[in-house]
């Protein structure tokens, strides 16, 4: 029944390692999207994917590398860990508007990625 | 200037009180607005949407946007101690994909 997954939920790691999250969504949406938010709970979109194609790429580090084999998931894996990656990653899924949606968004439960 | 601005808060109001939230917005082309809510440890979860000029009415909440002024704002009438998180806005810009949050106002309401 749910609507947006995420595994991990938890991912503790040293500094250097690569690591992946996954999110899958079942609402059938267009859009899917990862969001970091950090210590001071401001959440900033990271990339974003419609139908298979990235939309949004935002100011993130090349070690961030996104991927959606399909449309209902969108993976996120991360090389050389640093500290400062430590945050809490949220997927969202969306219908756009050519899709007759208005881009309301859906979030999963989040991944709290810990780097050491 | 922030893309999309709220009070952080914390914002405190006693159980059965009208908790009163604003945000302000630069992206004058803007064509949908939201609130979320969200817990402490949990996801964003929507609680409103809104998109044209007025008042749009959803149980105990109301979402007021004025589109002149750059303005939302979301009304929760009788508060209560469930309702204490952090109320993010979040606007979709020109372009129909790009969602702006806001950095949150934190809601305590005291019972």
């Known amino acids: 029944d749910t609507a947006v997954s995420q595994t991990p939920k938890y991912l503790v790691t040293q500094m250097g390692n690569d690591k992946s999250i996954k999110c899958e969504q079942n609402l059938g949406h267009d859009t899917m999207y990862w969001y970091k938010q950090d210590s001071k709970k401001f959440l900033k979109i990271m990339f974003s994917?419609?139908?298979?194609?990235?939309?949004i790429n935002e100011t993130v580090p090349n070690r961030f590398s996104p991927k959606s084999p399909d449309k209902a998931h969108l993976n996120l894996h991360i090389n050389s860990l640093e500290l400062g990656d430590s945050a809490v990653y949220f997927c969202?899924?969306?219908?756009?508007?050519?899709?007759?949606?208005?881009?309301?968004?859906?979030f999963g439960p989040g991944t709290r990625l810990t780097v050491l | 200037q922030k893309e999309v601005e709220q009070n952080s808060g914390p914002l405190s109001v006693p159980e059965g009180a009208i908790a009163s939230l604003n945000c302000t917005y630069s992206?004058?082309?803007?064509?949908?607005f939201f609130w979320y809510r969200q817990y402490s440890g949990k996801s964003p979860e929507l609680i409103m949407s809104?998109?044209?000029?007025g008042d749009k009415e959803d149980g105990r909440f109301t979402a007021q946007l004025n589109k002149a002024s750059q303005y939302v704002s979301l009304l929760i009438r009788d508060s209560q101690p469930s309702d204490s998180a952090t109320y993010l806005c979040a606007v979709m810009g020109t372009g129909g994909f790009k969602t702006i949050f806001g950095a949150g106002t934190r809601l305590f309401v005291k019972a």
């Open positions: 994917y419609n139908n298979k194609e990235l939309i």
């Open positions: 969202a899924s969306s219908q756009d508007l050519v899709a007759g949606g208005h881009n309301e968004q859906f």
């Open positions: 809104i998109y044209s000029n």
């Open positions: 992206d004058r082309g803007s064509q949908s």
